[in-house]
């Protein structure tokens, strides 16, 4: 088993970071979220919300999904988060100095 060096993980944490905002918070998903949220409560499935809410959770799934990217392909999976990873450090940039 091989762990990434510091600067794949920093990608692939801000990439995932990125998505999880994407996913569980950022207005342009809210539709979707929404009818998935309330299609979980029709088929009394609400438990399952959370995974897709809860920074834990979902971040964990999406972590995990990323690591396993990278295990069979690293180059690949670098080259696919570093746009995600370029975006989480704008918008985190734009949050924070944006006052």
Do not use: H
Not at 28 to 40: G, S, V
Not at 74 to 85: G, H, S, Y
Request: aromatic share 14%; proline share 5%; hydrophobic share 55%.
């Amino acid at each position: 088993m091989k762990t990434p060096d510091w600067w794949a993980a920093l990608v692939m944490a801000l990439a995932v970071f990125r998505v999880y905002r994407l996913i569980a918070e950022d207005d342009i998903a809210d539709r979707p979220r929404e009818w998935l949220l309330a299609k979980l409560k029709e088929e009394r499935l609400v438990q399952l919300d959370k995974l897709i809410t809860c920074p834990w959770c979902l971040g964990w799934w999406l972590s995990l999904g990323v690591y396993l990217f990278w295990l069979w392909l690293p180059t690949e999976t670098l080259v696919v988060c570093t746009p995600f990873a370029l975006s989480a450090v704008v918008a985190l940039i734009s949050k924070n100095l944006d006052k």
